[in-house]
Structures are given as structure tokens and as C-alpha cells.
């Protein structure tokens, strides 16, 4: 049951990927490469993704240049990489085999039970607890996830189990190539709306036959409590298994409370009779959701209770998913420090009141950064009120992620209008250094900082560490 014992892999076994330190082509590679394909690839720079790809065998170059592909039999390609990359015009002047990344996923799924995690926020944790239970439960789960397990250190893995679990990418479509034995849609919210022509409609009918891709005997895994999937749930013609906390969810949270950084809930069940207590190493309600489906993955799967709760219990996160790093010293003053990839605004507003909640007493101080111009102006005015919220705010110049400047969005423009919506003065930095210099003259005595984005704020908690510690 691997591509293995594929019999046309005597045939196609050196396979290029362009872009390959990017964490949805990342597991793929380090899939195929323990698969036993001859695995090169190519990025703009070394990171730490790329120097593990390094030790198990990838070989890697620094920049992109056609005669990187030359003597390759296959080149797979993600969404991201422009039409005009060198290395994908060559591939295409050799005739070679171009895969698109999600395709290529598809093709490790065909061969395996496949679970695929879909949704606009949540897709990273869900499938993470997913491979946490599978692996207590002994099922040995092949997987790629788009963050690294903190446990693990690890976001793929070539199991040796029937099970392959994946996050199914929406931003592009190409969760659309996916078939699946299970799915799960954890919500759906507007973002990358440009793939769907700006549609709210075009949006949820690519969730719709993402489900119809499902074998007739197949599940779909979904969030009653999320408006935009309960809107689709009976466009579905697959069998459906909600969860949530809603009383009308087949698998449902109660009794929710929180100690410190840890939550404790109860999750009843219509296929057992009484309900079971939960103990979840993460916080927020949006975890518990996450949790949810996971719990539902599990239980459809016939996965003990026990081995759920010991797995759950001693769950400890995935990376950059409210990340506690540690106190700094400020001021004479020890401020815990967070870190979130959350870049929509619905995850900034929840992971916000996450914080709120664990600190009541505590000011909360935001280091983010906006990710591309298109998102920062499609969803500008969510963007200014959820990030009103804080109690003082940095603002980082916009990752462009590879996008043109678009010249009415900046920083600067989000500044001002937040400043004339709200009663707080956020502050633009250029760099880590300014950050550095202003963060000591805005803590005060009981605050609490959140550095926040999708693009390279990843680096400020490391810096900030290195500072105030």
C-alpha cells in the first residue's frame, strides 16, 4: 500500500520540487525521499526545513536556475511559484512531468486511507491532534502538515500504518484534487478570495465537491457551530458527522473550564451513551473545537476513549499555534511572551480573547505583521477592529508574500485608521531593531506580549529572547 510498489516508479524516480522549504511542499518531499525517490529541490534560502530535507538525503540549491532541473524526470510545483521561474520554463522546454503540489498529494493518498483536514483556520492543529492519536492508538499514520509538532519537531512522516492525514489547501483549489476516506472542514471564512473570483458562493461550493470527492461510504468531519459550514451541511450528499458545542452536534463539548494553560471539558457522543471528560494541553475555544474534531476522527475510526484522553492529555501544541515561549526581562518587569501565526482576522480576535481570558488582570501588548496587500485590503476594516482590541499595538511593514505593493495599503493606513476607530496609538517599526528600542518604553507592570503574523515576525520572538533575556 506505498508508491513503493508502484510499478511505474522504475520509471519516474527523480523528482525535482521547486520551492521545496515551503511547508506544503516540504512534507511531500520528505515523504517521497523515505519512499526511496531520488529527491532534489531548490529555495531562495537555508532554513531549518531545508537543512533537515539536507540530512535525509534532499539535495538542495540555494538558487533557483534552469540547469537545476536538468536530468530530472518529474518537477512539482506549488500555486505560489510565478509562471516566469527559471527552472519551471526549463522543465517545460524539456517536456518533463510538472506536478502540481497538491496533485502529488493526492497521488501518496491514492494509496492509503486518506484524511484530509480542510478549513480557513484550525487545518494545522486539528490534523497535528489527528497524528497525535492515531500514533498513540498505535496506527503508525503517515503524514504532512503545514507547522512542525512540537513534540516531534517534525511536520511529515512516512508511517508504516494504512493511514495518511493531510491538510487539504483551499487558498488555491487544490484541496479539489484530494480523495479522500475522510474529510473534515473545520469552518469556512472569506480569505484568498481572489481564487474564487471575490465569490462568497464560489467559495463554499469548492467545499461542497471537495466532500463529493469522498467514496459514497466515506465521512465528512464538520463544525455545526461555524455559520459557513453549517450553511452547506445539507449540500452534502456524504455521510456527515458534526461536533461543536451546539446541542444539535453528534459530537458535543460541555462543561468547559479553564486552569492556567490547560482546559478541561466533557465531550458527549450519540454513539455512546454517556460522556467523557477531556483534559486538552491547549487553550481557547477554538481549540476545543479543533479538539472536537479530532476527538470525531478518532471515535469514527474506533479509536478506545481511553487512548483519546492519555493522547489529548499530554498533547503539547504545534509550533507558532500560541506558542508560550517564555518571561523577557523589561523594565525590571517579567512579561510572558506568545507567539501565533494567526494573520485573518477571526484568528487574531480569537486568539486575542484567548489571551484576555487567561490574563484578565494583564495588558496586552501586539507585535504583528499584515500578510500580503490583498488581504490587508480585502479585509481591512476586520482588520482594524479586531486589532483594536489590544491594549497597545506594532505594526511590522506588510509581508508581501510575493505580491506587488498596492499603493493605498500600508501599514501606515492600518495605523491610521485604528488610531481614529479606537482609543489606542499603534506604532509603525521598519525592523526588529526599532521594535527593540520601543518595546521598553510601552510595558508596563503586568503585560503580556503576542507577536502575530504569517510571514517572517516568526524571527522577532528568537530576537526578543536573545534582548531581554
Known amino acids: 500500500m506505498t508508491l513503493i510498489n508502484n510499478p511505474t516508479r522504475s520509471k519516474i524516480n527523480k523528482i525535482h520540487f521547486i520551492g521545496i522549504g515551503g511547508s506544503g511542499m516540504s512534507g511531500i518531499a520528505e515523504v517521497l525521499v523515505n519512499l526511496g525517490y531520488e529527491i532534489s529541490g531548490s529555495d531562495i534560502q537555508s532554513s531549518p526545513i531545508t537543512e533537515k530535507l539536507e540530512k535525509i538525503g534532499c539535495r538542495i540549491s540555494y538558487s533557483q536556475k534552469a540547469e537545476n532541473v536538468i536530468g530530472k524526470q518529474a518537477v512539482v510545483v506549488s500555486s505560489a511559484i510565478n509562471k516566469n521561474n527559471p527552472e ?184 455512546y451513551q454517556k460522556s467523557f471528560p477531556v483534559s486538552l494541553n491547549l487553550i481557547g475555544r477554538h481549540n ?24 489529548l492529555s499530554h498533547f503539547s501544541g504545534v509550533s507558532r499555534r500560541l506558542d508560550y515561549h517564555q518571561k523577557l526581562s523589561i523594565n525590571t518587569q517579567q512579561v510572558p511572551l506568545f507567539d501565533d501565526y494567526g494573520h485573518h482576522p477571526n484568528e487574531i480576535s480569537e486568539v486575542i480573547s484567548t489571551l484576555r481570558n487567561t490574563y484578565p488582570d494583564k495588558r496586552l501588548v501586539v507585535i504583528f505583521q499584515p500578510h500580503r496587500y490583498s488581504r490587508t485590503r480585502d479585509l481591512f476594516n476586520e482588520f482594524v477592529s479586531s486589532l483594536s482590541k489590544v491594549d497597545a499595538l506594532v505594526l511590522l511593514n506588510i509581508y508581501s508574500a510575493n505580491e506587488a505593493p498596492i499603493n493605498t495599503i500600508s501599514s501606515s493606513t492600518l495605523a491610521d485608521s485604528i488610531r481614529r476607530r479606537s482609543s489606542i496609538d499603534p506604532i509603525v517599526a521598519k525592523d526588529i531593531a526599532e521594535i527593540i528600542e520601543i518595546i521598553p518604553n510601552i510595558i508596563s507592570e503586568d503585560d503580556v506580549i503576542l507577536t502575530l503574523g504569517a510571514g517572517d515576525v516568526n524571527k522577532i520572538p528568537h530576537q526578543l529572547k536573545d534582548h531581554f533575556c
Not at 493531510?166 to 475522510?182: I, K, N, T
Not at 484568498?192 to 473570483?197: E, R
Not at 459557513?228 to 463539548?253: C, E, M, Q, T, W
Not at 479543533?290 to 492519555?310: H, P, Y
Open 88 to 271: 519551471l520554463q526549463e522543465a517545460r522546454h524539456q517536456r518533463l512531468l510538472i506536478v502540481p503540489r497538491a496533485e502529488m498529494l493526492g497521488e501518496l493518498m491514492r494509496f492509503r486511507f486518506g484524511i484530509a483536514v480542510s478549513g480557513t483556520h484550525g487545518k494545522t492543529t486539528t490534523t497535528s491532534l489527528i497524528v497525535h492519536i492515531m500514533s498513540e492508538a498505535q496506527l503508525d499514520p503517515t503524514y504532512i502538515i503545514g507547522g512542525i509538532i512540537n513534540a516531534t519537531g517534525m511536520n511529515a512522516k512516512l508511517g508504516k500504518g494504512d493511514y495518511l492525514i493531510a491538510e487539504a489547501d483551499e487558498s488555491d483549489a487544490s484541496f479539489l484534487h484530494l480523495q479522500p476516506m475522510l474529510s473534515v472542514i473545520t469552518n469556512i471564512d472569506e480569505d484568498h478570495m481572489a481564487t474564487y473570483n471575490h465569490n462568497y458562493d464560489n467559495l463554499t461550493e469548492a467545499f461542497i465537491n471537495f466532500t463529493s470527492n469522498l467514496p459514497f461510504y466515506g465521512i465528512c468531519v464538520a463544525c455545526i457551530d461555524d455559520k459557513g459550514v453549517k450553511n452547506i451541511l445539507n449540500k452534502i450528499h456524504r455521510p456527515v458527522l458534526s461536533y461543536g458545542f451546539s446541542d444539535s452536534a453528534d459530537v458535543k463539548a460541555s462543561n468547559v473550564s479553564q486552569n492556567k494553560m490547560k482546559m478541561t471539558f466533557d465531550v458527549s457522543c450519540t454513539k
Open 288 to 311: 476545543i473545537l479543533n479538539a472536537l474534531a479530532a476527538i470525531s476522527v478518532a471515535i469514527e475510526l474506533d479509536i478506545k476513549l481511553d487512548v483519546i484522553q492519555k493522547a
